[in-house]
């Protein structure tokens, strides 16, 4: 696992958090704020925030159109709640973003009430960990080669389509360095 070089975009949202676990798990990252800078990465993760405003950053600066140029090349992409809504090919309301992943995603799916929530998950292949969710979305549908690698309460919050990985929930937020390693792996 060391010795690869894994991005966290770093236009928004909880990107330190991120790096502080893939330290953790002795693995070197990088703060992604230009196209270029997603030349030297093996990986890259999309972390949690506003979908909207990473996004509209990630458009402005071109990274949009890298990032989609990478992940075609085969580089492992990751997106945590924010980073799920901004990989999925359809949203239920808004436009789509990069337009990755074979999913249909619903934003704030867990309403206002209950905002924000944490419980045990079972990840196929992973076993359990603590899923963290906040103003989470899930995901409503999947096709084409999308996988779904753990439900909650009958709704989908983990996907794998070929190199490109999304969770509704924040593993970075946790002690849990379980998917952190499983994504330094494929890459
Ligand atoms: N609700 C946020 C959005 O729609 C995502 C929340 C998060 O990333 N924690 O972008």
């Given amino acids: 696992m060391a010795g690869k070089k894994i991005g966290v975009l770093a236009l928004q949202g909880a990107f330190i958090e991120h790096q502080d676990s893939l330290k953790k798990c002795g693995v070197e990252s990088f703060q992604i704020r230009t196209k270029d800078d997603l ?23 071109g990274i949009d159109r890298k990032i989609i140029e990478k992940a075609e090349e085969g580089m492992p992409i990751w997106g945590t709640c924010a980073g799920m809504i901004l990989l999925a090919k359809e949203l239920d309301k808004d436009e789509p973003w990069l337009r990755l992943m074979d999913i249909k995603v619903k934003r704030n799916a867990y309403g206002r009430q209950v905002d924000s929530f944490e419980t045990e998950l079972d990840i196929k292949g992973l076993g359990k960990t603590r899923g963290v969710f906040i103003r989470a979305p899930y995901v409503e549908k999947v096709w084409g080669e999308a996988e779904v690698l753990c ?13 490109i990985l999304a969770t509704s929930f924040h593993p970075e937020l946790t002690d849990d360095l379980a998917l952190h390693k499983f994504f330094v792996e494929l890459c």
């Fill in 39 to 61: 030349d030297k990465i093996d990986g890259l993760i999309i972390p949690g925030g506003e979908s909207t405003t990473i996004g509209r950053l990630m458009v402005k600066y």
């Fill in 151 to 163: 439900e909650h309460d009958d709704k989908i919050v983990m996907v794998k389509e070929r190199n």
